[in-house]
């Protein structure tokens, strides 16, 4: 099996402009697409050996040249900019994976997968704001993954399912700047920095399907990991109960579980030369502790009619040593910032502590060709940084306090429509009440504006 897309917008808007003004040539780029390609190969060597071989890859390419003063004005578009900015960006990843399914006995399953990943991001910038100055950067980010894992599928009984498994990988973690920021041709000042990190994580689970009768589902499992950054060792354990009030019409289903993250995803709050769209990936070690959530959830589905369900969910989660930023309203409007190494980029953040709970309602609907789907969500996710001096959580970016969607499809024949909407209530972030200035007199600098939000 083969696919591949591509979008074609770049074909439609044009992706070079050549413009003429004044005896002036320049030629403008508006250069945008994406495309991803995958294919698998299966194959059955026997009926208890099976193998399969995945491929993809995907790439976004952005690539701007444009005049350094953007406005509505589109006919200034149209003619040779003296001050402009250039952008060519690309963002990949691709994904190589070889599984093998062997099958001993009708009791016994065993899978074993082996794979290797990539993501890289690239962004380059060119920026001429002035007749003499000149900005230029070249900013690229890179994850490697490869990794094998073995899964374990065991039919003890009827009543008991187990399975469990290793899994091993290997990270590598790469960054690398080189900036060059002409003020004038006499002053010229370069920015460069190359980083590598590696990591390694391995992790070793059990889970047992218990079905002690009819009506009862329980699940559950234990999940030991190890990361070498820090050389920490984790033990999650998990549940999950799932009980039919009325066969087929009626369940109920809990669980509640913890989890470790062991890598912490972060962006520069700075410079808008680098991080714009990338972000970077820094594994725990002995002075950035993994991110740890114990979460529960119980819900209820009911089908009082064939074609309709509906369903409750509440949940609940608390986490510890996240890393939110010091700032969150930081604007990203410097030039050179301060620098792609590990430890400038972890002083833009704070360990902080988390919560989130919340409920949501859905109900699905199945007609002939119609088909539609309601959600009602209801919750809050709060934060706190004892290091910024929070004594008691409050609301996060995160934070959305209610939200409704609803999506109708139908079908005839051949051909389909969707409608689909979207309402939301409350604000992510705490709106200002008020704005002032701080500033001295006596040194003739313009003052400083803030604006005011509450806690």
């Known amino acids: 099996m083969v696919s591949a897309r591509r979008s074609y917008i770049d074909k439609l808007i044009g992706r070079e402009h050549p413009v003429e003004s004044g005896g002036r040539r320049d030629t403008l780029r508006t250069g945008y697409y994406f495309y991803d390609v995958s294919g698998k190969i299966a194959h059955q060597l026997s009926p208890r050996h099976r193998f399969s071989l995945s491929y993809y890859h995907g790439r976004d390419n952005l690539d701007l040249r444009l005049p350094f003063d953007v406005s509505l004005d589109f006919d200034s578009w149209l003619e040779p900019a003296p001050f402009f900015f250039e952008v060519s960006h690309n963002w990949e990843n691709e ?97 460069g920095h190359d980083g590598h990190l590696r990591a390694l994580e391995g992790a070793a689970y059990v889970q047992d399907t218990w079905r002690p009768a009819r009506q009862w589902r329980v699940q559950p499992g234990l999940r030991a990991s190890f990361f070498s950054s820090g050389r920490f060792v984790r033990l999650e354990p998990r549940l999950q109960v799932q009980h039919a009030l009325v066969p087929q019409r009626l369940t109920l289903r809990g669980a509640v579980s913890r989890q470790t993250q062991y890598i912490h995803r972060l962006r520069d709050r700075y410079s808008f030369l680098y991080d714009l769209v990338s972000s970077r990936w820094i594994p725990a070690d002995d002075d950035v502790p993994p991110s740890t959530s114990t979460q529960a959830a119980l819900g209820l589905e009911w089908r009082p009619r064939p074609w309709l369900t509906l369903t409750a969910d509440g949940y ?49 609907i199945e007609r002939g060709t119609w088909q539609a789907r309601l959600n009602y969500s209801g919750g809050r996710s709060m934060s706190r940084a004892p290091a910024l001096g929070e004594s008691s959580f409050r609301p996060d970016r995160f934070d959305v306090p209610r939200s409704f969607r609803g999506v ?48």
């Open 95 to 191: 994904l190589y994976s070889f599984r093998h399914r062997y099958l001993p006995s009708s009791r016994l399953l065993v899978t074993t997968t082996a794979y290797y990943s990539n993501y890289h991001a690239t962004e380059r910038t060119l920026i001429q704001p002035t007749e003499s100055a000149k900005i230029a950067s070249d900013y690229g980010v890179r994850l490697d993954d490869v990794g094998l894992k073995v899964d374990v599928d065991y039919t003890w009984s009827e009543t008991h399912q187990w399975r469990g498994g290793v899994q091993l990988a290997g990270r590598r973690f790469r960054s690398s700047l080189d900036g060059a920021f002409e003020r004038s041709p006499a002053a010229v000042d370069s920015l």
């Open 408 to 455: 109708v499809n139908g079908r005839w024949g051949p051909w389909s429509a969707t409608l689909s909407t979207e309402l939301r209530s409350g604000f992510p972030h705490t709106v200002p009440v008020a704005r002032y200035a701080l500033g001295d007199p006596l040194e003739g600098d313009p003052p400083t504006r803030y604006l005011s939000r509450p806690r």
């Open 316 to 364: 609940w989660r608390r986490s510890r040593d996240m890393l939110l930023p010091r700032d969150v309203y930081r604007e990203k409007d410097e030039l050179e910032g301060p620098g792609i190494d590990v430890g400038a980029l972890l002083r833009q953040y704070t360990r902080a502590r988390g919560r989130t709970y919340g409920l949501e309602l859905s109900a699905r």
